[in-house]
């Protein structure tokens, strides 16, 4: 079986986090290719939230390493994880609803005037900043969104998620973790929403999606991570097996077997791009 | 906002954070069009009653109009108006302050006692007593962020502290203004405008609305603080240093108390430790009548400005027309009750 | 977490017996020492009790502070309660039964609420307590045992013929500033006594408005103090410039309305009559803020409240009222350094010797 190795960007081994008698993750381990989208998916008490807060720098594992681009990170904030490039959209977005798009996209980074009223005066650019963001947003494709200057609680839950997604591809990221995107979505809003994470993974950036949607898993992603019983037992992708032995594995009604560990090839065309 | 005052005013309904109301398309009637422009911009509503009692008052009391009355008017708000400046940046952050009074008099008791036991000279008593007001703000910012205490309950623990510590300093002894530095008692001197005359306080209380609302609306902290206020969780985890935030708003809010304190020495020409009793009262009176929402994240500072200008107009325009005093008090106590309820029809978001 | 089971359940019986027996122990050990412990002879040092409105205002420390020095000079012991602000009848009751059980011999109270104190007073009667009223007597008269008061009618009659003496052949135009809308007994009677002095038919006496001399410019409140004074004074001024004389509730607030009069450039036209002596205020009056003020004499109260009931715990003797009062009358001094004929009055330095706060 011939398979072009390609080095993880992010990887982790044999993750361990216990709180207090309860083990959630018993020895995890994980890896995230260039340019793919990584979906993973567990039964509740899998461990799959643990997994994403240790990767997203919200928790620190008790034993194990995570490595990004072959070097181990220590990350003890989600700030930490943010400074090495790796982004999350958390469910419940993290987005400020009485402030404009572009104070939303900015938060936390903005930029200052040029010359001395940036300076002493600390004006911040509103003008740039007005800019940069209809520019992250069409790049995006969230068109839909008319005036930057529109407060974000007056948008739907989808241009919400718009606007998040576009904060966490903005600035620089190595990776993109979204949980649960389309949990509070309706079907057309769902749509666009796994629109917009094609089109961020066709930016170049890896995205991990943490989802319970088996649908629309299966609509996106190029590979599946299932974590069962605070371990990873099986990574699958679409093409090789359904929805049902996928859900079947998850639940352990069927043990991974020969299936697991199948890493196949990235197909022709989608090249690694940094 | 802490829990407590979540039990004691429900939140709105349908502004559940993240909701959406997604109805059918209802033409836009005049309830609705007046919605969204003061959804868009709430201080509307305060003006449009501020502007409502100038007129209404013009006619039913003579002189009210008088610019002598209304630069009047102006000066008597001056000390809860600047108080009022560093409730609204409290409750712009979802917090609230009950101890603005008693830090405001515990500072104008320091460099006043300090000037006129000790002769300091006035411009370092004048700081020293800036430097208390900004110290009891740390510690109402560090009660808050350190310890994670909710707001109300801090600042009604420090409210009684600080009062016992002015009670202590001053002996309950008022220091009069003869015996004190000329600086201190600067704020109170006139300037004249035009054919009247006006307090340099006033003139200090306006310069501060104009600096702190430029901060709010144009500098990143400005940002910052709507955001802690708004959604303190969802501002953390986009990378706001909230803790910074909170703390940093507390103390401005001590340092503003203090100048407050200044203002009041200008006005009643001496420090009297029995002064500003319903200071604390008032200055929330004056962020919620002028539009800011108690639960955070929305409002603007101008708004307080009204606000303490209704009161002021309402007081005045009542005693010049005669009405009796207990008037007085009933009409703020439906204005501010009519200011809540517009808070919550208003931030009841249609999609 | 709370365990429940029979080994928690018998230990913590076992720690509620031991301790009942301890107290037990405990009393019939104190019980055991009375005879030796304290003065000599079986009678205990005389303890007695102060209730004032609150702590902070200057009056009632003054007050506190001649209760605890005429307290040492007699030999007596003296426990000071307050309440936390004007009209907090609550903590006040509480502070009488303290006294009671504590074995108070008496006490004064200056009552926040004249009527809500009564029951309470009675209690402390009935278990033999001397209660006397200070500065505001309580309603009915009779529910104290004695009242030692300032006439608060007679002070503001005082200064209310002083002015009449200093406007004689003049227009006078009146501001008169009150203490709030609640009508208390102290206010009417200074408010109503300055008019009736300066020869203003009030009508009746027991309420502050009422009148209809077009002499009197208006009322407004100022809850008695610097603040309050200079906005009342503010908003009369605007309704008619051309008035020229104030009475005031008291001096903090006859010191805001001067402030207020200072701005408009009025302060040589207008006269500040006041109630007080206090002395920063008789201060003002030397320096020509105040025309005249009447002073009164809290520590006087003060200490003749702790020496009747000293005499009372010694003989049972209790204080007489003055005659034709039903209250002993501690006395008004009007201070001014512009005395009027027929008016009598002592100068300011009289006035500083005599002058508390």
């Not at chain 1, 982790?12 to 216990?18: E, P, Q, T």
């Not at chain 2, 002021?312 to 207990?326: A, C, E, K, M, P």
């Not at chain 3, 029951?119 to 006397?132: C, E, F, H, S």
């Not at chain 3, 006078?172 to 203490?179: E, G, Q, V």
Request: hydrophobic share 45%; aromatic share 4%.
């Amino acid at each position: 079986m011939t398979t072009t190795e390609v080095p993880p960007i992010l990887e982790a081994r044999g993750l361990v986090k216990r709180y207090g008698h309860v083990t959630a993750l018993a020895g995890t381990d994980f890896d995230l290719r260039p340019g793919e989208i990584l979906a993973v998916i567990g039964d509740n008490g899998a461990g799959k939230s643990s997994l994403i807060k240790c990767l997203s720098g919200a928790v620190v594992p008790d034993e194990g390493e995570i490595l990004l681009d072959g070097e181990p990170v220590d990350m003890r904030s989600p700030l930490d994880a943010r400074a090495v490039g790796i982004e999350t959209v958390y469910q419940t977005l993290a987005v400020s609803p009485s402030l404009d798009v572009a104070d939303n996209l900015f938060l936390g980074r903005e930029p200052r005037a040029p010359g001395v009223v940036g300076t002493v005066f600390r004006k911040l650019d509103r003008a740039k900043m007005r800019q940069e963001a209809t520019r992250h947003m069409s790049e995006l494709g969230i068109l839909t969104i008319q005036d930057i200057t529109q407060q974000v609680e007056s948008l739907s839950g989808g241009q919400r998620q718009g606007v998040a997604v576009a904060r966490a591809a903005a600035f620089g990221s190595r990776v993109i973790i979204l949980d649960e995107p389309t949990a509070a979505l309706g079907v057309k809003e769902s749509a666009h929403v796994l629109e917009l994470i094609l089109r961020v993974r066709d930016k170049g950036l890896p995205v991990i999606l943490i989802s319970h949607n088996m649908p629309q898993v299966f609509e996106v992603a190029d590979r599946i991570h299932i974590q069962r019983l605070g371990k990873r037992i099986a990574v699958v992708t679409p093409k090789t097996h359904t929805m049902n032995e996928v859900v079947a594995i998850m639940t352990g009604a069927t043990a991974p077997g020969a299936v697991a560990h199948e890493q196949p090839a990235i197909p022709a065309g989608r090249e690694e791009r940094k | 906002m802490s829990r407590l005052f979540r039990r004691l005013v429900p939140a709105p309904q349908g502004a559940e954070r993240g909701a959406t109301v997604v109805g059918p398309e209802r033409p836009a009637g005049v309830s609705t069009r007046i919605h969204d422009l003061l959804h868009a911009n709430a201080t509307l509503g305060p003006l449009f009653v501020l502007v409502l009692a100038v007129v209404i008052f013009s006619v039913t009391a003579d002189r009210f109009l008088e610019p002598g009355n209304l630069s009047l008017i102006v000066q008597q708000v001056m000390v809860v108006g600047t108080l009022g400046i560093a409730q609204t940046l409290i409750i712009l952050t979802a917090g609230i302050d009950l101890s603005v009074g008693a830090i405001m008099v515990l500072s104008s008791i320091v460099m006043a006692k300090l000037s006129a036991d000790q002769g300091v000279p006035g411009l370092l008593a004048l700081m020293i007593g800036f430097g208390v007001g900004t110290a009891c703000g740390l510690v109402n910012g560090l009660l808050v962020t350190r310890l994670r205490l909710p707001p109300f309950i801090v600042t009604l623990g420090t409210l009684n502290v600080f009062f016992a510590l002015n009670l202590y300093y001053s002996k309950s002894e008022t220091v009069r203004g003869a015996d004190m530095s000329e600086l201190l008692l600067w704020t109170g001197n006139t300037v004249d405008v035009g054919d009247t005359r006006i307090t340099y306080g006033s003139l200090l209380m306006l310069a501060l609305f104009l600096v702190v609302a430029y901060a709010l609306k144009q500098t990143a902290w400005g940002r910052h603080v709507y955001a802690s206020g708004d959604d303190q969780e969802a501002a953390r985890l986009a990378g706001v240093r909230t803790d910074r935030v909170l703390l940093s708003v507390y103390v401005v809010a001590g340092l503003i108390c203090a100048v407050a304190a200044w203002m009041l020495i200008g006005r009643i020409a001496s420090a009297s430790p029995q002064a500003g009793g319903t200071a604390n009262l008032d200055s929330i009176t004056a962020v919620v009548i002028g539009g800011t929402s108690l639960f955070g994240g929305r409002g603007l500072v101008v708004g307080t400005l009204f606000g303490a200008l209704i009161v002021g107009v309402l007081r005045n325009g009542l005693t010049l027309s005669g009405v009796d005093v207990l008037w007085q008090d009933f009409a703020v106590g439906v204005l501010i009750v009519a200011a809540v309820a517009i808070d919550q029809w208003i931030r009841r978001v249609k999609a | 977490m709370m365990r429940t089971d029979g080994l928690g359940r018998r230990a913590s019986r076992m720690v509620a017996i031991g301790s009942v027996y301890a107290l037990a122990a405990g009393f019939a050990a104190c019980g055991g020492d009375d005879a030796g412990a304290g003065g000599g002879g079986g009678d205990d040092a005389v303890m007695l009790g102060l209730i004032t409105k609150t702590e902070t205002n200057p009056f009632f420390v003054k007050m506190k502070e001649g209760a605890n020095a005429k307290a040492d000079a007699l030999g007596v012991e003296l426990q000071s309660f307050a309440g936390k602000k004007d009209g907090d009848n609550e903590s006040q009751v509480a502070a009488v039964e303290s006294l009671i059980s504590a074995g108070a011999k008496g006490f004064m109270i200056t009552p926040s609420d004249s009527e809500a104190i009564v029951p309470a007073l009675d209690k402390a009667r009935q278990a033999g307590l001397l209660v006397i009223a200070l500065d505001t007597q309580t309603e009915p008269p009779d529910a104290a045992d004695a009242t030692f008061a300032t006439d608060n009618f007679a002070a503001g009659e005082a200064i209310g013929k002083w002015a009449a003496g200093k406007f004689e052949g003049k227009d006078a135009r009146i501001a008169m500033l009150d203490l709030n809308a609640d009508g208390v007994s102290v206010d009417v009677q200074r408010d109503q006594g300055f008019l009736t002095g300066f020869g203003v038919d009030v009508g009746d006496d027991t309420k502050i408005g009422d009148e209809e001399d077009p002499r009197i410019v208006g009322h407004d409140v100022t809850d008695g103090a610097e603040e309050g004074g200079r906005t009342a004074m503010e908003n009369l001024l605007q309704r008619d410039p051309s008035l020229n004389l104030v009475y005031t509730i008291n001096e903090p607030a006859a010191a805001g309305a001067y402030e207020a009069l200072k701005a408009a450039g009025k302060e040589k036209d207008v006269t500040i009559v006041s109630v007080d002596g206090g002395c920063p205020g008789v201060k003002n009056v030397k320096s020509g803020v105040i025309g005249a003020t009447s002073q009164q004499y809290p520590l006087k109260m003060a200490e003749m409240g702790v020496e009747a009931i000293s005499e009372f715990a010694r003989s049972d003797a209790k204080p007489e009222p003055t005659a034709g009062k039903d209250f002993v009358d501690t006395g008004v001094t009007l201070i001014t350094d512009e005395p009027v004929d027929g008016v009598e009055s002592e100068d300011t330095a009289f006035g500083l010797e005599n002058c508390w706060g």
